[in-house]
């Protein structure tokens, strides 16, 4: 029986300390590597386990969230932002990875990839996401 591919948010789950041979939630792969948080779709389940995901499945929901989440034009300038040397915590734009740069006048904190995102967009004047 074919089932559907479920669709699921980065940003629910988390690393889990020692991966588990446990089968991805998402493709059936052997071994887990994140685990669901405690969220409300969870917490509104029959179910109520942790489901577990492998890398590849977290990666590639991850990129999906990066990708899609929206830079709007004219809150932050590019040319102001500055490269870390320190961790100052997560990005303001997708919530997933640690910041690498930042505006101080805005406060704006970027990951790498919504950086370069943020400056592709700029240089062409549009909306990402």
Avoid: H
Wanted: aromatic share 8%; proline share 5%.
């Amino acid at each position: 029986m074919n089932r559907p591919i479920p669709k699921i948010n980065a940003r629910d789950y988390k690393p889990l300390d020692i991966p588990e041979k446990t089968p991805c939630y998402v493709c059936g792969s052997t071994w887990s590597l994140y685990v669901e948080k405690l969220t409300e779709e969870r917490r509104g389940r029959k179910d109520k386990t942790a489901r577990r995901i492998c890398k590849r499945c977290y990666q590639g929901a991850k990129t999906r969230a990066q990708r899609y989440a929206t830079i709007l034009p004219g809150t932050f300038d590019v040319a102001r932002m500055e490269r870390l040397k320190v961790s100052v915590g997560r990005c303001t734009i997708c919530d997933l990875d640690l910041a690498a740069y930042l505006d101080r006048s805005t406060d704006t904190k970027l990951c790498e990839y919504c950086y370069q995102r943020a400056v592709q967009a700029q240089a062409r004047g549009e909306v990402s996401g």
